[in-house]
């Protein structure tokens, strides 16, 4: 899309982060609105809208009106996840509720696993906007089911947490814009800086606003005195967060380091996709005869494993040494999704067991955001100071780096450029490793079992 649209770093970078901020900071104000106003009525409006928008983004004549689409699209997006959720579960009891999330989270294993196959395949044999009107055509049937659903709602909602959202919003806004200025600006530039001590104070400002609105607060921040739960409200940052980056850069860098086609680089992750699809079922089993403490951390150990072997990467390796990496990665993050959710209303009441899975869910599109931003920034400084060291400018540097985590890597420099990305690659696999360690170490602490 980037080199299709004459776009530039920053702005082709806004199509993953603008999605991904209004997607992350309106589930809960979606929910909060399905609750008010009818949570069927919540759910046709963000199929459409997801619908309508991908359909102006097949149709964008140029990045910025793609990126102004996306942003909208994001709105609909979270009105789908919050208000899907709560129609399956007043439609549903029993038995059959257990089934219906049960084919809910397969679903969101299916598209994992089969996203960048199909994205793949329609870019190479119909172009990038083929993949937008593909969703723009299942929102069809998608909305057409959805009428069927029966309407409900709670008139005695406490009303809507607007300071709250408004700061929360700001706050994670401010900090992508942060971290898409890094990426062609440099940390140390003032329009990087400035944003990211606004993010800070907002960040600042809605801890002491939920704090002070305390019940009627969108984040119940009691909750977070819980030590467990908050020991699972972590894991989507050492867990999705990895697996997330790996399933957007990666493609990239196997494309540009590896020349690679685009089809070609979805099926090297399947290693990675296809247990995201296969485990979440077995991860319940495992649960119910060990405990969640026990499948959390082995899937954090897993996920560890893979990301200390993405060390060995070097962009033109063999589809089974690349799978030495991803196939521990992906086992670690699909017994995770199959047990997190579960986790996140385990640890709390059950009378706050629907805001524990607001808090969640929020939090782990929260960190999918950030980690986007953040490793596109990540990855381009890594990059960049290795062309500095060649002889380029700076800012030369820090756009050629740019569009190399873009998979343009320019012929030019194409061996400088394949040295710094794969050494940045495997520095984000250190990272990611030490993260994982953080975040099995703190579960196994959080969730060990107490005397009654």
């Known amino acids: 899309m980037a080199a ?3 776009s530039s770093v920053g702005s082709a970078q806004w199509m993953l982060s603008a999605f991904n901020i209004t997607f992350a900071a309106l589930p809960l104000a979606a929910g909060s609105l399905a609750d008010r106003i009818g949570r069927r009525r919540v759910l046709l409006t963000g199929i459409a809208l997801v619908g309508a928008l991908s359909l102006l983004v097949a149709l964008a004549p140029s990045m910025a009106v793609a990126d102004a689409a996306r942003t909208i699209q994001g ?15 007043h439609s549903t009891s029993g038995r059959r509720r257990q089934l219906a999330f049960g084919i809910l ?17 329609l870019v190479e044999t119909a172009g990038w906007r083929a993949v937008f009107l593909l969703v723009t055509v299942m929102s069809v049937p998608a909305w ?5 659903a029966p309407e409900s709602r709670n008139p005695n909602h406490p009303g809507f947490d607007l300071a709250g959202l408004v700061c929360f ?12 200025q890094a990426t062609t600006a440099g940390w140390t530039a003032p329009n990087t800086l400035l944003p990211l001590a606004g993010a800070a104070l907002l960040v600042v400002l809605f801890a002491v606003v939920e704090i002070r609105r305390a019940e009627r607060a969108m984040f119940d921040v009691r909750l977070f005195r819980r030590p467990e739960f908050l020991a699972v409200v972590c894991q989507p940052f050492t867990v999705t967060l990895g697996f997330v980056v790996l399933l957007v850069y990666l493609p990239a860098y196997l494309q540009g380091v590896g020349g690679r086609t685009v089809l070609a680089s979805g099926l090297l992750l399947l290693p990675m996709t296809a247990p995201v699809l296969l485990l979440p079922l077995l991860a319940g089993r495992l649960a119910a005869a060990s ?24 962009g033109r390796e063999s589809w089974l040494a690349l799978a030495l990496p991803l196939l521990p990665f992906g086992a670690g993050v699909g017994l995770a999704f199959g047990v997190m959710d579960n986790a996140a209303v385990s640890t709390v009441p059950v009378e706050n067991a629907g805001a524990a899975a607001g808090i969640f869910n929020t939090m782990r599109i929260t960190g999918e955001s950030v980690a986007i931003s953040g490793a596109a920034a990540l990855l381009s400084t890594l990059t960049a100071a290795r062309l500095s060291g060649s002889g380029l400018s ?9 569009q190399a985590v873009q998979g343009q890597v320019a012929t030019t420099h194409h061996a400088t450029l394949a040295m710094g990305f794969t050494g940045a690659i495997h520095t984000l696999g250190l990272i990611l490793a030490v993260l994982s360690t953080l975040g099995a170490v703190l579960t196994c602490l959080a969730l060990a079992p107490r005397p009654s």
């Not at 709105?75 to 579960?89: D, I, K, T, Y």
């Not at 989270?105 to 395949?121: H, N, S």
């Not at 919003?169 to 898409?180: E, I, N, R």
């Not at 403490?293 to 993405?310: D, E, F, K, Y």
């Open 144 to 148: 057409w089911c959805a009428t069927r």
């Open 394 to 402: 700076a800012k030369d540097a820090a756009r050629i780096a740019g």
């Open 75 to 89: 709105c609909g997006a979270a009105a789908v996840l919050a208000s899907g959720a709560a129609v399956l579960a």
């Open 105 to 121: 989270g397969t679903c969101f294993g299916t598209g994992l696993a089969i996203g960048p196959l199909a994205a793949g395949a």
């Open 291 to 314: 405990s969640i403490r026990v499948v959390l951390t082995g899937a954090s150990a897993l996920i560890v494993s893979g990301a200390l072997l993405l060390t060995t990467v070097h």
């Open 169 to 180: 919003t700001a706050g994670l806004a401010a900090l992508s814009f942060s971290l898409v």
């Open 4 to 6: 299709r649209l004459d």
